[in-house]
């Protein structure tokens, strides 16, 4: 969610009321943003952990205090004050919503940007502009201005990948513009980070090489990227060739806006057009007010020149911006009083949609449908059912009568759940504590602990890990297992201390279907439990084993029975038709099992599960038990000799 | 759209890409967002289908839940009506701190019916939270990619004694429902909550690491009671 932060004394002004922080929150409630924090510009630095200001250089900072608010990240009409005070004063009831008003310009008196399309189309297409004029700066405003910008960028924008947004001086360049793209040694000016030195850079190439390396610039470093391997960079220049902006990195120096400018010529240069219109509305929108006549705005054509190199324009692709789309839209008074759950009269529905920038709102088909305004600041209305939501909340979702649906249907848990469950309570009471451990773990863990050879293809391995605990989804619950141990070295081993997790591991896997779409892995939901001690406890770890068995009615295989030792107890055993198990020492070395390098050599077996009905499953392994090697102990530094289990939990469903 | 924003996830190396999804829904997706369409007008952008193929663990088991409705709304039969619930584990790259951690867990619950209001939403949740001891709600116009109306959650915790969110919530949209195949008046109203925060604040952990992970001290374990909601009669 974007924040915007805001000076609370000019919001109230704008605004035109006064509030105690918590009425002001309330308001934010009702509208649907968040007061988020309430600080100041030195508060902030006191609380800043990178900081370098010194105790004399904090004092003088301003103690102003400033509402820092959350905006829904589809609202690009609240990201500055001039929007929120608006919306807020709208919702208030105490001003109507503005109307937007392109100024009536002859075609051919309109100003004019020309576009080389076949260089902007390798590398950034399209431009839209407009011209904001008698505007009036005050400091305040022209950082409002800069902010919004910023916002913009950061969200809408995507990092300015999709939408660059440059604002020139009007009059300081001269027309018809020219929006190209150029060689970066053809590219040569001030830009506006130089602007006190007035420092000329030849060559745009070492510009972009410059903003990569110097500690001044580095807030433009992650947007080299965006072009600096571009064979063309995008460039807008004047008639005189003077260059405004290199997009989507820095505006020129002589086109720059100071406090004493009164015409703004504001460019957005885009690799997605819908976005870039939806950029511009919103600049215009918001700043328009501070013009000499509010909220109008002067058009610019926009010229895509043919790529023959004739000159010529192609009257497909040429438009006019800005678009400042005001809308119809209709919604039927049914739809929204249903959808809402409210019993709103029609003319109800007229005055509400005032509050929230959707009117003014009329009435059609006898009074059944609702036919609202969408301005160019509510670019995220998409359906009826966004118009509805917007009834709701000037309604207020608090004032609507609660219900519970009348959709009858029976509970229940997914099957392999419900086992789990099931197993987790016996587990338990066997008196192995249950733990939940990550999913994410480094390639170390997952493999090379526990003595395990690397086998990238089988895991789903993560592109870009900030951590080298995050390079893999685990493949066995092993190793979380041996990281608690290893955590809880002060607990008492004594007796035994005997842990399990009943819970997923993913596998790659290009063949698994699941809703007809295959991703390339699966998840497995794995039982692992161990046991460490004074001794190595392989007979307390066998001994679940069997007991899961008896839980799950699978019989022993009958060699198994007669080497038990437990012969006795089998004629109370109640067990599935053709479910059978038994085990089997685990092979290790070349073409042995993949956990064999975990366990102590001629100490661990395979669980063998035969199943009916399922081609070819005899004696299928579904999981490995037995004492861990001594280096994998010492991998997690457990001083204990202990033992393991893990097998896959839905063979036995 | 801004739903691509909204969450960090966590890009896969490999498998790098989804190797196939029902064509013919994927069509239906694609021209959704392109051009609209069902009374929407859409997100008017160039689709891409090597972006929509790219895997990453899921930031949110909604991603599930629609692959649910879509079986629900094309399986043998039809469309019938249904409740839905998930509690699983989500992946996000974000900071970590005190209370965030890389991977964690939702709990989802939807309704998939005829003719559903926000009403229903709201008494659903009501009655929700109400088994969990929060008896006092307010809502919250917010904003999700995927619903509309949407609404977040507040409720007056009794042990903080104090006004906190607890949940997100909202009706799915149409963009997202007609490609699958639903019923023009199936509604769908879904609600989530992360699993941590609730018990994080009804346990007193002030660390997430500390009820989640290797590192949980097995004498926290040892000595965790047994979870008890009382009946609202003393709120």
């Keep these: 969610m974007p924040t915007v932060a805001v000076e609370k004394d000019a919001l109230f002004t704008a605004v035109g009321h006064t509030y105690t922080d918590h009425e002001f929150d309330e308001l934010c409630f009702e509208f649907g943003v968040e007061l988020d924090d309430i600080t100041s510009e030195r508060e902030e630095a006191i609380k800043s952990s990178t900081s370098k200001l010194t105790k004399e250089q904090i004092e003088s900072l301003s103690d102003v205090t400033i509402y820092k608010i959350d905006v829904p990240a589809n609202r690009y009409d609240l990201l500055c004050i001039e929007g929120l005070s608006r919306a807020l004063k709208i919702f208030l009831g105490d001003m109507d919503a503005p109307n937007y008003d392109i100024v009536a310009v002859e075609e051919d008196q309109m100003q004019v940007m020309n576009v080389q399309t076949k260089s902007t189309a390798t590398v950034r297409p399209f431009v839209v502009c407009a011209i904001l004029r008698d505007i009036t700066f005050t400091p305040e405003r022209y950082n409002s201005f800069i902010e919004l910008q910023d916002q913009l960028h950061r969200n809408l924008c995507r990092q300015r990948t999709l939408v660059a947004i440059g604002t020139h001086d009007y009059d300081t360049v001269q027309g018809p513009f020219c929006y190209d793209a150029r060689s970066p040694d053809r590219i040569s000016f001030c830009p506006l980070t130089h602007s006190s030195s007035g420092e000329v850079f030849q060559n745009a190439k070492s510009l972009l090489e410059f903003y990569e390396t110097d500690a001044s610039c580095k807030h433009l470093k992650p947007y080299v990227p965006i072009i600096k391997d571009s064979p063309l960079y995008p460039v807008v220049l004047d008639a005189n060739e003077v260059v405004m902006s290199l997009p989507p990195i820095i505006n020129g120096s002589p086109s720059k806006i100071t406090l004493n400018t009164t015409n703004v010529f504001i460019e957005c240069t885009a690799t997605d057009l819908t976005k870039a219109n939806i950029v511009l509305d919103t600049v215009v929108s918001m700043f328009s007010e501070y013009c000499a006549k509010p909220f109008s705005v002067e058009p610019v054509k926009v010229n895509y020149l043919a790529e023959d190199g004739s000159g010529s324009i192609l009257a497909d692709k040429s438009y006019i911006t800005p678009q400042m789309s005001t809308r119809s839209e209709s919604a039927s008074v049914e739809f929204i009083n249903s959808l809402i759950g409210i019993s709103a009269t029609p003319q109800d529905m007229v005055q509400l949609c005032n509050k929230i920038q959707l009117g003014p709102a009329s009435l059609k088909d006898n009074d059944t449908q609702l036919v609202v305004t969408v301005p160019p600041t509510r670019s995220d209305i998409l359906h009826p059912v966004d118009i509805a939501e917007d009834v709701g909340i000037a309604y207020g979702y608090n004032n609507i009568t609660r219900r519970v649906p009348q959709t009858s249907t029976v509970g229940g848990e997914q099957p392999l759940h419900t086992l789990g469950d099931l197993l987790r309570e016996e587990i338990a009471r066997a008196g192995y504590i249950e733990v939940l451990t990550h999913g994410l773990c480094s390639i170390h863990d997952n493999f090379t602990a526990l003595r395990r050879k690397i086998d990238l293809d089988s895991a789903v391995e993560l592109s870009n890990p900030a951590n080298v605990e995050y390079q893999v989804v685990r493949t066995t619950l092993l190793q979380g297992l041996l990281k608690t141990l290893q955590h809880n070295k002060s607990a008492s081993f004594t007796n035994g201390f005997k842990l399990f997790e009943i819970s997923d591991v993913v596998k790659a896997d290009y063949e698994h279907v699941v809703t007809e779409t295959i991703v390339g892995a699966r998840n497995v939901r794995n039982l692992c439990a161990v046991y460490s001690g004074p001794t190595s406890g392989f007979e307390i770890i066998h001994g679940l084993v069997d007991r899961i068995m008896t839980l799950t009615e699978v019989a022993p295989e009958e060699e198994y029975v007669k080497n038990s030792g437990k012969g006795a107890e089998e004629e109370y055993r109640v067990s599935r038709d053709g479910w059978f198990y038994t085990i089997r020492e685990l092979k290790e070395g070349e073409g042995g099992h993949e956990c064999a390098g975990s366990y102590f050599p001629g100490r661990a077996a395979e669980i063998l599960l035969t199943k009916p009905g399922e081609d070819g499953f005899v004696r299928k392994s579904i999981g490995t038990f037995g004492i861990l090697h001594p280096e994998v102990l010492g991998n997690f530094d457990i001083l204990y000799p202990t033992s393991s289990l893990e097998l896959e939990l839905e063979c036995l469903l | ?235």
């Design chain 2, 1 to 235: 759209p801004p739903a691509r924003d909204a969450h960090d996830p966590f890009f896969i190396k490999n498998p790098a890409e989804t190797v196939s999804v029902p064509e013919e829904y994927y069509e239906r997706v694609k021209s959704m967002h392109e051009v609209g369409g069902s009374g929407s007008i859409g997100y008017r952008y160039d689709f891409k289908r090597e972006e929509a193929f790219k895997n990453l663990l899921r930031t949110h088991t909604t991603a599930v839940s629609s692959q649910m409705l879509y079986k629900l709304a094309n399986q043998e039969g039809g469309f019938k009506p249904a409740r839905y619930f998930s509690i699983d584990r989500v992946f996000r790259n974000e900071t970590m701190d005190a209370t965030h951690l890389c991977e964690f867990h939702q709990v989802e619950g939807l309704v998939a019916d005829y003719n559903l209001n926000l009403g229903d939403l709201i008494g659903t949740i009501e009655t929700f939270f109400k088994k969990i001891g929060i008896t006092q709600l307010r809502f919250k116009p917010a904003f999700n990619p995927y619903t509309e109306p949407s609404m977040e959650i507040f409720g007056y915790h009794p042990d903080l004694k104090k006004w906190t969110e607890i949940g997100n919530s909202g009706m799915f949209r149409p963009e997202m429902l007609t490609p699958m195949g639903l019923p023009e008046n199936v509604r769908v109203i879904a609600w989530g909550l992360s699993l941590e925060r609730p018990t994080m604040i009804k346990y007193r952990i002030n660390n997430i690491r500390d009820l989640f992970g290797h590192k949980v001290e097995m004498a926290r374990t040892r000595t965790a009671p047994i979870c008890r909601f009382d009946d609202a009669t003393t709120a």
